[in-house]
């Protein structure tokens, strides 16, 4: 069992940056790859980015790609998204999520890869 807590969130003007952590319990942290993906009104969830289970591969999707970060610690079981040059269209929930798997080279981009979810931390970006 993993549980997930998201941390960061808030109200920031177009063209700042805000960094989310997610902090995972359980000693399972280490066998999961991790993403961070969000969810706007009216709008289905949707991929943000994802890490593999040794942080050797990255994945973002193509709205973030060189604005957005992942990144993780394994030792404070802990996940990050850094987000750079945020536009009004970011402003959603982020949710984390952890998907476990043996492969450390994996990385999971869609919904149904992942076993559990943080219950999300809001990001909202005034223009």
């Known amino acids: 069992q993993v549980q997930l807590v998201e941390s960061g969130g808030g109200l920031v003007q177009a063209g700042g940056s805000l960094r989310l952590s997610c902090a995972a319990s359980g000693r399972t942290f280490g066998s999961a790859a991790m993403g961070w993906f969000r969810q706007a009104p009216g709008k289905e969830r949707e991929f943000v980015a994802a890490?593999?289970?040794?942080?050797?591969?990255?994945a973002y999707a193509d709205s973030v790609k060189g604005r957005f970060t992942i990144s993780r610690d394994n030792a404070k079981n802990t996940v990050y998204l850094q987000m750079n040059s945020l536009k009004p269209e970011d402003t959603a929930v982020y949710y984390c999520?952890?998907?476990?798997?043996?492969?450390?080279?994996?990385?999971?981009?869609?919904?149904?890869?992942?076993?559990?979810w943080g219950q999300g931390t809001q990001v909202t970006v005034s223009s």
């Open positions: 999520a952890a998907g476990m798997t043996t492969h450390t080279l994996v990385v999971l981009t869609t919904t149904n890869r992942y076993d559990y």
């Open positions: 890490i593999s289970l040794s942080g050797g591969n990255t």
